[in-house]
């Protein structure tokens, strides 16, 4: 099985025979990039993992506002809340690049909660994290300036799609500069301030669709 589905909280609580047992179960599904997985409001009944490419979770707000909530990659898991308690999506699941993810339904997933409650731990402990992880965000909002969240934001992409080269990390996003400015919570205009102050710092290196994190010592005490 692939190392990052492996290390995936699903399959991390069994040992390698039902972890491939459990793979077996999943349905596969190419997702192409800008295609809709699921669209906010639907019901859902199933959760997905991303065995390749990247996968962004997207609300929109009354006015037509659109956010991104997270950006996922290989190994991650998404859509778990409808296995606990069915109903409307809560976010729009979108394919930044050409992906791959897997499925599993409600039916499906029950017999292994039921027969093995380190799975269902492990689903909790997911929904534990992703819950800190939206107070968090929702904390940076209030109380973080745009350019503390950028630089977050950078570190965290990096921690996630990074890759060390000679100079520093090299993290190839694939977000288009409305979505980054979206990931921050922020225009566009103020979150390209950002990031052209920290090219001339020296602590970044900008691409297209990519960033060289040059200074990651400075990039966190501002993200602090």
Do not use: C
């Not at 921050?184 to 950002?194: L, M």
């Amino acid at each position: 099985m692939d190392e990052n589905l492996r290390a995936a909280p699903l399959f991390k609580a069994l040992d390698d025979e039902a972890a491939a047992s459990l793979r077996e179960s999943m349905a596969a599904q190419i997702v192409k990039k800008g295609q809709i997985l699921f669209q906010e409001g639907q019901a859902g009944d199933r959760l997905y993992l991303v065995k390749s490419g990247k996968i962004k979770l997207s609300h929109a707000s009354g006015d037509g506002r659109e956010s991104v909530l997270m950006v996922l990659g290989p190994g991650d898991m998404f859509g778990e809340l409808s296995l606990f308690d069915p109903g409307p999506r809560t976010s729009t699941a979108i394919a930044v690049t050409d992906s791959e993810v897997l499925g599993l339904g409600n039916t499906d997933l029950k017999p292994w909660l039921e027969g093995r409650p380190e799975v269902a731990q492990a689903l909790l402990q997911a929904l534990a994290h992703r819950l800190r992880r939206n107070s968090e965000i929702m904390s940076d909002l209030v109380f973080a300036d745009v350019p503390g969240r950028v630089a977050k934001a950078l570190l965290e992409l990096g921690e996630k799609f990074g890759v060390k080269s000679s100079t520093g990390i090299s993290v190839h996003h694939d977000l288009t500069q409305e979505e980054l400015a979206q990931l921050v919570g922020a225009s566009r205009e103020t979150v390209n301030k950002a990031l052209a102050d920290f090219a001339s710092r020296g602590w970044i290196k900008l691409e297209t669709r990519s960033v060289d994190l040059l200074d990651l010592e400075r990039l966190s005490k501002r993200a602090k």
